[in-house]
C-alpha cells in the first residue's frame, strides 16, 4: 500500500550539486523518519540524512556541511540537497521511511523506494 518514489539522481561533475526527492503515498497517517541511505559497490548501505517530523537531522560525518535535508510533513516528502560533491558520493541512493499507517494503531513499519542512481565523475 505504502510507496516511495524517489528522483533526481543522474550524473554530476565532482564539486557540481544534484537534488533528491522523494514522495511517500498511500496508506499514511504519519511520518516518524524520513530520509536517506546510499550504498556504493562494493560497501555496505550506510545512512546519508535523516529528519523526524519535528525536524530533528542526523547526517553522516562525511557529508555534514555538504548535504541539507528537508521535509514537507503536509506533503509526505522529503529532499537532500546534496552539494560539493566527491567521486566518493557515487552510489545508488535509497529513500527511507518510517510510517505509522493507522490512526488507531500506533506501530510503525520501515519502507524503502527503489534507488536512484547519483554518479559523480568528470
Known amino acids: 500500500q505504502v510507496q516511495l518514489m524517489e528522483s533526481g539522481g543522474g550524473l554530476v561533475q565532482p564539486g557540481g550539486s544534484l537534488t533528491l526527492s522523494c514522495a511517500a503515498s498511500?496508506?499514511?497517517?504519519?511520518?516518524?523518519?524520513m530520509g536517506w541511505y546510499r550504498q556504493a559497490p562494493g560497501k555496505q548501505r550506510e545512512l546519508v540524512a535523516t529528519s523526524t517530523e519535528g525536524g530533528t537531522t542526523n547526517y553522516a560525518d562525511d557529508v555534514k556541511g555538504r548535504f541539507t535535508i528537508s521535509r514537507d510533513n503536509a506533503k509526505n516528502t522529503v529532499r537532500l540537497q546534496m552539494n560539493s560533491l566527491k567521486p566518493r558520493d557515487t552510489a545508488v541512493y535509497s529513500c527511507?521511511?518510517?510510517?505509522?499507517?493507522?490512526?488507531?494503531?500506533?506501530?510503525?513499519?520501515?519502507?524503502w523506494g527503489l534507488g536512484t542512481q547519483v554518479t559523480v565523475s568528470s
Open positions: 498511500g496508506r499514511i497517517f504519519s511520518i516518524n523518519t
Open positions: 527511507y521511511a518510517e510510517i505509522r499507517g493507522s490512526i488507531i494503531r500506533r506501530r510503525a513499519d520501515d519502507y
